[in-house]
């Protein structure tokens, strides 16, 4: 730093930078005009008024404009005279001001807020008898892939924990062309014609004159769309349920949502319903935990993902998929056609054909997952679409929604978007357009032989499932997608008892931030379709004075439908503590043993330990020991923690008895139903915030003696200690 040493040296320099400021606007040039001093590897550069650093390293490469001009200034504007105007000329400013001025392209209208990852597919078995597509023939085959999760309602900003839908958007860039498949965490939508879809949007998103709320479905547009729409309460279901506010993008499922067909070589199609599963298990957090992570890191899913790929936890998930044919549909309860329904894993199972491994982060946000442009359209030979009308909407949405953003017809010239097998068409010209077809032929049919460009090619060209269609043409919806409570009561029913209780406190929630007392009585009247004790309890939470009369329904939703075990995250948690993190809180003396085979424990079991402590520069253990601190105690709250442990010595404890911070982080784990392992200096803390001995359940593991951390961390494999919920 260049701190004058005393005050009349800090005078003088005034002065003399005043007198050379003088100079100048005199029109003088003083001889050092940009002095350069060296303090280590830091370079001060002091110009006339004012000083800059730079960390000096001699071999960099120069900064040049977008011409490839090198720049030796790049702190100050050409100016006539030091304080004098600037001037027009300065070529340098000028490209540098308007290129930011055109640095953003328009958000996403839905799912603006995403983080895209590259790895790659890798096929199990091949799926010739089924399919042609190109990426299933062969075992073992490895497809390159960019995976982009995403919210729905929010903007580009809107923190991660909000409760709504995730996107879970992957390309495919196979060897015969790009397969997207753009699905959801939830396998069924709000609506079944995509007609709907603005309406839908618009009612979810900011209210349009007030502008908020922002990125929550807490508000009375969103439910009185519900409450007159009968067909999302289906999804309604799942988006109050805990699927809508995940632990992470890796303890999340995907789904492709539709009925697609695959069609083999000999053109046989096989209906078939995409999921994604995660190898590390299903996982949620809870609302109250959801709502104070998103202020205590907003980007806790990117940075979880990101931090997972860096550290060589590459998130993995299974491709599944349900298979099944005309028969099947035609005796289904439901439609196939029908995006508000499911097909119930028990009925026809999830045949996993190949894994999804996210092993690389992308090198620049903007150019990949910025500017990634999925369409459902995408699809190759071997992969068809059904007449699914939401479906069929979204084929024309999603490419009319990347010329807007991207700008151009030639958004997939950008590398993210481009095939990687070769490609030849007589597509030209248009904005942007950097490559380019060489030669006189742009048209087809030529007769100009070798250099005419390409030909069609029948045989390995995509070909259309030849299915027979018929009938008049009518705006009318199909009276096989009529049943719209079923299949949302299977859900409900599906849960168990703890899931079924944040589901109500979350429908409490919502609806009590909606100021129409006529919305909040509709929607209790529409859940009576579902559940009648569900819509009881939240109608007892809402204050309602009576239950109101249950809306009727189109079709009277059916009671004899079997529970489905495979919709509910308890019932298929993890069974390791992998991937996932404990938070210790820890001080000056903590007890190095201790620490020691906390740590050991969970590396065995592959997750991973964090330290919190009052300072960031470390703590010293018992053994005297510095330690490496992830998080000091004020920003590193229990809800970043999967489980958490305190382990302090005396003095240590009495010190953090003191703080708020502390005593809110044993409350909160308490709170959020975590397991907590704890020492003798930990048991003062926790007595200190109220959760004293009586309050202790089985979720609190002391840590003494051999084999303390051992089934403390055997412990945190269960998601969470739930009894404490109920009790
Ligand atoms: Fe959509 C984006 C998923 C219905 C119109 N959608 C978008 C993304 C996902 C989905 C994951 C983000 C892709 C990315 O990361 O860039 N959308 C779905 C699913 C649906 C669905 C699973 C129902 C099954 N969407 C849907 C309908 C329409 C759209 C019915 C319009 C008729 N969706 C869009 C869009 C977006 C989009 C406006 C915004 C940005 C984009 O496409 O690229 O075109």
């Known amino acids: 730093m260049t701190k004058p040493s005393d005050t009349k040296a800090t005078n003088e320099a005034r002065q003399s930078k005043a007198a050379a400021a003088r100079a100048r606007t005199d029109g003088k040039q003083p001889a050092e005009d940009l002095e350069e001093v060296q303090y280590g590897n830091i370079e001060v550069h002091r110009g006339s008024g004012g000083e800059t650093h730079q960390l000096s390293e001699p071999d960099r490469e120069p900064l040049t404009t977008q011409q490839g001009v090198p720049i030796a200034d790049d702190q100050n504007t050409l100016t006539a005279g030091a304080r004098g105007p600037q001037l027009l000329e300065d070529f340098v400013m000028r490209e540098k001001i308007f290129h930011f001025d055109h ?70 860039y196979t060897k015969e062309g790009i397969w997207d498949l753009v699905g959801n965490n939830i396998p069924v939508f709000f609506i079944q014609d995509a007609i709907k879809f603005p309406d839908l949007i618009h009612a979810a998103k900011p209210e349009p004159d007030r502008g908020f709320p922002q990125a929550q479905t807490a508000h009375d547009n969103f439910w009185d769309f519900i409450s007159l729409m009968p067909e999302s309460m289906h999804m309604v279901m799942w988006i109050m349920s805990d699927r809508a506010i995940p632990r992470s993008f890796r303890f999340m499922e995907g789904f492709g949502v539709h009925t697609f067909r695959f069609v083999n070589a000999k053109g046989r199609s096989t209906f ?136 151009s017809p030639n958004f997939m010239h950008l590398p993210v978007n481009a095939p990687r097998c070769p490609f030849a068409h007589f597509q030209q010209d248009g904005h942007m357009a950097f ?149 210790v809180l820890v001080d000056d003396g903590s007890d190095a043993d201790t620490l020691a085979a906390i740590m050991r424990e969970a590396n065995a079991e592959g997750s991973m330990v964090a330290l919190i402590a009052p300072t960031r520069e470390g703590i010293h253990d018992s053994a005297g020991d510095l330690l490496e601190i992830a998080e000091k105690l004020e920003g590193g709250p229990s809800v970043l923690f999967d489980a958490v442990a305190v382990v302090l010595s005396q003095a240590g404890a009495r010190r953090m008895c003191m703080k708020f911070a ?66």
């Open 103 to 172: 640095e953003r392209i328009p958000e996403r209208v839905v799912h603006a807020r995403g983080f895209g990852v590259r790895g790659f597919f890798e096929t199990y078995d091949s799926l010739a008898d089924i399919t042609c597509a190109d990426l299933l023939q062969r075992p073992g085959e490895k497809t390159e892939v960019f995976v982009r999760f995403s919210t729905v309602a929010g903007n580009k900003g809107s923190p991660d924990l909000a409760r709504d839908v995730r996107g879970f958007a992957v390309k495919f």
């Open 272 to 407: 078939v319903k995409f999921h994604w599963k995660p190898k590390l298990g299903l996982q949620s957090v809870v609302w109250d935990e959801a709502v104070k992570l998103n202020g205590a890191d907003p980007d806790f899913h990117r940075r979880d993902l990101w931090n997972a790929i860096k550290s060589g936890a590459s998130p993995e998930y299974e491709l599944g998929v349900q298979l099944f044919d005309d028969e099947f549909a035609d005796r289904f309860e439901f439609d196939v056609l029908d995006a508000t329904k499911l097909i119930p894993e028990e009925q026809i199972p999830v045949r996993p054909i190949g894994r999804l491994v996210l092993d690389q982060t992308v090198d620049n946000f903007f150019a990949e997952t910025e500017q990634v442009a999925f369409c459902t359209q995408n699809v190759v030979r071997g992969i068809d679409f059904t007449n699914d009308p939401l479906l069929q909407g979204r084929n024309f949405s999603y490419l009319d929604t990347q010329l807007k953003r991207l700008g």
């Open 435 to 583: 490559i380019n077809p060489k030669g006189r032929a742009n048209y087809e049919p030529n007769s100009w032989g070798a250099e005419g460009g390409p030909r069609e090619d029948p045989s390995r060209g995509y070909q259309t499932f030849r299915e027979q269609v018929s009938g008049p043409k009518r705006r009318i919806r199909p009276e096989s997608f009529a049943d719209h409570y079923s299949q949302a009561r299977l859900f409900y029913r599906s849960q168990t008892p703890t899931e079924q209780l944040h589901m109500v406190n979350a429908l409490v929630f919502e609806l009590s931030k909606v100021d129409k007392s006529a919305i909040r009585e509709r929607v209790v009247a529409s859940l009576i379709n579902v559940d009648a004790q569900l819509a009881t309890q939240v109608a007892e939470g809402l204050g309602l004075a009576s239950l109101p009369e249950p809306l009727p329904p189109a079709v009277e939703p059916r009671d004899d439908l079997p529970e489905s075990p495979a919709l509910s995250i308890i019932k298929n948690g993890p069974t390791r503590f992998t991937g996932r993190r404990v938070g």
């Open 662 to 727: 502390a005593r809110e982080f044993v409350t909160d784990a308490h709170h959020h139903f975590k397991f907590v392992g704890y020492d003798e200096g930990g048991e003062l803390l926790l007595d200190a915030a109220g959760i004293g001995q009586p309050r202790r359940d089985d979720g609190y593991v002391p840590l003494a003696g051999g084999g303390a951390a051992a089934t403390f961390i055997a412990a945190c494999r269960e998601l969470r200690y739930w009894p404490r919920q109920i009790s």
